[in-house]
T-cell receptor, first 108, second 116 residues
Framework: KNEVEQSPQNLTAQEGEFITINCSYSVGISALHWLQQHPGGGIVSLFMLSSGKKKHGRLIATINIQEKHSSLHITASHPRDSAVYICAVGSTGNQFYFGTGTSLTVIP | DGGITQSPKYLFRKEGQNVTLSCEQNLNHDAMYWYRQDPGQGLRLIYYSQIVNDFQKGDIAEGYSVSREKKESFPLTVTSAQKNPTAFYLC???????????????FGPGTRLLVL
């Protein structure tokens, strides 16, 4: 069993749609990270959070520590949002666990 | 501009050959990491270093070696002992390490290694 599970694996949306990507984890965490991997392969850190909610532009990340669950929302999606979104957790045992990613395609 | 550079972008390896992937950062970060990414799998840690002249094995260190002689540089050698080296390799850094700590990791653009 993977320590970090993401859903869905693949997601196709029409431009303008509201998108939600989910992440569940099974370990105690010090922080949860949302990463974005572009088609060329480079990875950018979007959020790091350990409680509550963070917002950056059209992106919102939430975390529920009791339920061990986090969501990444994209409002008013745009084709440039097309990428792989990766959830990663830094555990209290000083390990880092990565999800397998959600591949998002936004169609104009 | 501060950041992490990796070279080359693509690398071809012949059977039995050792190859070295370069990773350089000018962020003044103490910690550096090497990850391997395979299709359908999450990133897996190969090696990490929290300070110059010190490094630790990650989950899949067999067939790989690293050095950390300078703060800015953390090269990864894929040895002939790595029987399935075809993958995408990502280097990352963070301010002070403590793997799993509450630190953002900054990633390089990656190197794609292919076996001929």
């Amino acid at each position: 069993k993977n320590e970090v599970e993401q859903s869905p694996q693949n997601l196709t949306a029409q431009e303008g749609e509201f998108i939600t990507i989910n992440c569940s984890y099974s370990v105690g965490i010090s922080a949860l990270h949302w990463l974005q991997q572009h088609p060329g392969g480079g990875i950018v850190s979007l959020f790091m959070l350990s409680s509550g909610k963070k917002k950056h532009g059209r992106l919102i990340a939430t975390i529920n520590i009791q339920e061990k669950h986090s969501s990444l929302h994209i409002t008013a999606s745009h084709p440039r949002d097309s990428a792989v979104y990766i959830c990663a957790v830094g555990s209290t045992g000083n390990q880092f666990y990565f999800g397998t990613g959600t591949s998002l395609t936004v169609i104009p | 501009d501060g950041g992490i550079t990796q070279s080359p972008k693509y690398l071809f390896r012949k059977e039995g050959q050792n190859v070295t992937l370069s990773c350089e950062q000018n962020l003044n970060h103490d910690a550096m990491y090497w990850y391997r990414q395979d299709p359908g799998q999450g990133l897996r840690l190969i090696y990490y270093s929290q300070i110059v002249n010190d490094f630790q094995k990650g989950d899949i260190a067999e067939g790989y070696s690293v050095s950390r002689e300078k703060k800015e540089s953390f090269p990864l050698t894929v040895t002939s002992a790595q029987k399935n080296p075809t993958a995408f390799y990502l280097c990352a850094s963070s301010i002070s390490g403590g793997y799993g700590s509450q630190e953002t990791q900054y990633f390089g653009p990656g190197t794609r290694l292919l076996v001929l």
